[in-house]
């Protein structure tokens, strides 16, 4: 019989420290956007704070609202990335070894290291990946299925 936890279970671990979006040539690491990852909470609380009035008078706009998730994803959420690509080899230089690479390939020859700043700049230059994200970081179906994973390795 299925017990509530094991429909609704988390990893609290899991939920801080990200799960990996698989994009084909790259990846990135997110931590649950809410749950047990409290300083996303926390940030944006603070962040739309400044904000409440408009809020109230129904003013804010989903411009400003995107804009300010980006700017929380880009500080809370966003905890690694990369992609793998080939060198040439040590040994033989005319052999190409695949390495993992911990920056983002933005465009050829644009090859970002994760920065708070560099994340709002993909973000900013790839919305449709941002929509992604949120929609990766928000599901508890990704967290429970970490959970699982833990538990395999047990």
Known sequence: MKT????YGTSARAEVEGAIL??????IQLARAGGSN??????????L???RLLIEQ?????EMAEQIIMEVYSRTVVKAWGHSRE??????????VTVEDPTFPLEEGVNL?????????????????FQDCQKFAGKPTVFRAALEAMKGNS
């Open 38 to 47: 409290r300083e996303y909470q926390r940030e944006l609380e603070k962040a």
């Open 87 to 96: 060198v040439p080899s040590l040994d033989d230089p005319g052999e190409a």
């Open 49 to 51: 704070r400044p904000h």
């Open 4 to 7: 509530a936890k094991d429909l």
């Open 22 to 27: 698989d994009c084909g040539g790259f990846w």
């Open 58 to 62: 129904e003013r804010f706009t989903n």
């Open 113 to 129: 290291p994760l920065t708070p700043e560099n994340a709002l700049r993909v973000f900013q230059a790839l919305p449709d990946l």
